[in-house]
């Protein structure tokens, strides 16, 4: 039998009693607006922040509730606890959304997000809305222009009601900056939340968004996801596009994809995100995912890399533990084997360190090289962009030959297993106000982002990456494993995470602050 509890359910919280999303008091008639159904039925006190997209979803296209109850119970969530956690910033003004959410009441659907309130996460530009990227360098530009994944969820109904909390450029795997400040772990107000797309899986955790953007270069959709007990999907590289403009050729170690509470909701975002852009090189065809999440066929041959053969340092207890969520997985049937490290970890190391640096000091090198703007790049901003402009034409070449010969060692590995298997960080949730750990299990970082290692090996070579929830440590503290496939195995690994999600349902187990 599977160990994994599943949780008590979302219960209902002073969202639902009453709270108002701007004054936290109660709102007339000590109800809050979230509570009426819709179409003047009788007031009462439906748990709304805590379903999932897809849920919320139905029931506005069946008008069971209105866009417009989901929105007041969203600003009553926000309201409640994101002074706690600060993972939504830049929030739109409350009669603006509420405008917009009546219009979505009153028009024809756009599509499965109509009237659904999301936050976008602050490195994407939302028109009208800053786009700080947590630099003082950004603080108060307004962007002109949605970014190609904003259209996309726009188009497809979506309320934009603010950004999601960031390191400053994206930079590390701990979401604090000193334009917002620092998201904290809503299971531990003193912990890290992580990132870079820490203040959406802060915000999915609390229940203030059902749904989520992120971007995963060294695993911020993914440790981020693990930290709060929820989902986070690095899609195959290509599969959601970047963003037309610039270079377009070379720079490809990030993308974006969904966070959600569920499989299901990673596919139906995934499945809004993804399909090629004509201005896009290297795009991927897609073919829907959501009708296929139930499909899983066959036996999931798993291969579990664990520490690489001793090469990555793990804090106390997350090995055991991942081996553990192992055991549950051969549990459903599944094939599970331990391999061996298929892999030099110093070579991989190597070529990320190296290709990692590179682009950022070819992306910010504007901004280094005006000593005004210099001055606001935090220090390791300034250590990336001098590592990168220090390499030589052949150190680059050398890193991505390591990288094709990494490739080529995965592809033969994926003939032997559907999936490859690590933990999705290397350590519990940390104290929030450290910049980085310095150590793991006594073993020196020797930069900023060694912590991070164990997200490597996809990142390096664009595999698609799903990261599960696995529960709770000793002390409390989510954690969880990342699920790898070959490319364009998105829509199998998110199977896999569906089956997983039948059998445990963790992230039903919600945050006491909630």
């Known amino acids: 039998m599977c160990r994994a509890n599943r949780g008590p359910k979302p219960r209902a919280t002073d969202c639902d009693r009453g709270k108002s999303p701007v004054t936290s008091r109660c709102c007339s008639a000590g109800v809050c607006h979230a509570g009426r159904h819709f179409a003047g039925r009788a007031r009462g006190s439906p748990v709304i922040c805590g379903r999932d997209a897809l849920d919320l979803s139905a029931a506005i296209a069946r008008r069971e509730m209105s866009a417009e109850e989901v929105m007041r119970a969203t600003l009553c969530r926000v309201a409640e606890v994101n002074g706690a956690v600060n993972a939504i910033v830049s929030l739109r003004e409350e009669g603006a959304l509420l405008a917009e959410a009546r219009a979505a009441d009153a028009g024809a659907p756009k599509g499965w997000l109509h009237g659904i309130p999301l936050a976008i996460k602050d490195l994407v530009n939302v028109a009208g809305l800053p786009t700080s990227k947590g630099s003082p360098l950004f603080a108060g530009e307004i962007a002109q222009t949605n970014d190609l994944i904003v259209e996309r969820m726009r188009a497809a109904g979506a309320i934009v009601i603010g950004k999601t909390n960031t390191p400053e450029f994206g930079l590390g795997s701990h979401t604090f900056n000193p334009v917002h400040g620092t998201t904290r772990n809503p299971y531990d107000l003193t912990k890290s939340a992580g990132g870079s797309s820490g203040g959406a899986a802060a915000a999915l955790a609390t229940g203030m968004v059902c749904l989520a953007d992120g971007s995963d270069m060294m695993g911020s959709l993914r440790n981020p996801a693990a930290w709060n007990n929820v989902y986070g999907l690095r899609p195959t590289w290509g599969l959601v596009p970047d963003e037309p403009g610039g270079q377009a050729f070379t720079d490809d170690l990030s993308t974006d994809g969904p966070m959600a509470r569920s499989p299901a909701d990673l596919a139906a975002l995934l499945d809004t995100l993804a399909g090629p852009d004509p201005r896009v090189p290297f795009g991927r065809a897609h073919t829907a995912v959501l009708p296929q999440i139930d499909r899983l066929t066959g036996t999931p041959r798993l291969g579990w890399l664990g520490d690489w053969g001793g090469a990555l340092a793990f804090e106390a207890g997350i090995s055991g533990f991942c081996a553990a969520a192992l055991e549950d997985m051969s549990g459903l049937g599944w094939d599970i084997e331990d391999i061996a490290p298929p892999f030099s970890s110093d070579a991989l190391w190597q070529s990320w360190e190296q290709l990692r640096a590179h682009s950022h000091a070819m992306r910010r090198r504007a901004d280094f090289d005006d000593p005004a703007r210099r001055a606001h790049l935090k220090d390791a901003m300034l250590w990336e962009i001098a590592r990168g402009r220090a390499l030589s034409a052949e150190a680059v070449w050398d890193a991505h030959m390591i990288r094709s010969d990494w490739y080529r060692c995965a592809m033969a590995l994926f003939e032997r297993f559907d999936v490859l298997v690590l933990p999705s960080a290397q350590l519990w949730p940390f104290d929030a106000d450290l910049e980085y750990p310095a150590e793991i299990a006594g073993v020196t970082m020797d930069t900023y982002h060694r912590w991070m290692q164990v997200v490597v090996p996809a990142s390096l070579i664009g595999l698609p990456a799903v990261a599960v929830p696995c529960g709770f440590g000793p002390q409390g503290l989510?954690?969880?494993?990342?699920?790898?496939?070959?490319?364009?195995?998105?829509?199998?690994?998110?199977?896999?995470?569906?089956?997983?999600?039948?059998?445990?349902?963790?992230?039903?187990?919600?945050?006491?602050?909630?």
């Open 478 to 514: 989510p954690m969880g494993v990342q699920l790898i496939g070959h490319p364009g195995s998105d829509a199998h690994l998110l199977q896999i995470a569906q089956r997983w999600h039948q059998a445990t349902g963790w992230p039903q187990k919600r945050p006491a602050m909630v």
